[in-house]
């Protein structure tokens, strides 16, 4: 196994991560979360390399250049869903301490 297979896979794996947390955030529906990657994997097998730099499996044609843009995006995803999620907790924090405080006035 080289390093370029190994890093390849893991891009992978966080992009398609990365597209589980980013759903979860949005839909805010972990069932809906796990599909969507499912539904991507499934569709790679069936549209193949029309997907360009979001083909899963690139390596298969010794084309390692997809795997750096599925890396970056599923960066990204991450980061941008970590955001989300912390904008969403502040909302929810906001809405409950303006309950107590009427609560208790």
Same mark, same amino acid.
Request: net charge positive; aromatic share 14%.
């Given at each position: 196994?080289?390093?370029?297979? @190994?890093? +390849? ?10 597209? +589980? ?12 979360? /796990?599909?969507?990657?499912?539904? /991507? @994997?499934?569709?790679? /097998? ?6 360009? @730099? /979001?083909?899963? $499996? ?5 084309? $390692? ?5 599925? +890396?970056?995006? +599923? ?31």
């Amino acid at each position: 196994m080289t390093l370029w297979l @190994y890093l +390849g896979t893991v891009a992978n794996a966080v992009f398609l991560g990365a597209l +589980g947390m980013m759903t979860a955030a949005l839909a805010d529906n972990t069932i809906i979360a /796990y599909m969507i990657p499912l539904v /991507y @994997y499934a569709l790679n /097998y069936a549209a193949g390399a029309k997907l360009g @730099y /979001y083909f899963l $499996f690139s390596m298969q044609l010794s084309d $390692f250049s997809p795997k750096l843009w599925l +890396g970056i995006t +599923g960066g990204l995803l991450i980061i941008g869903s970590l955001i989300l999620k912390g904008l969403r907790i502040n909302r929810f924090l906001h809405f409950v301490k303006d309950i107590l405080r009427k609560a208790i006035v």
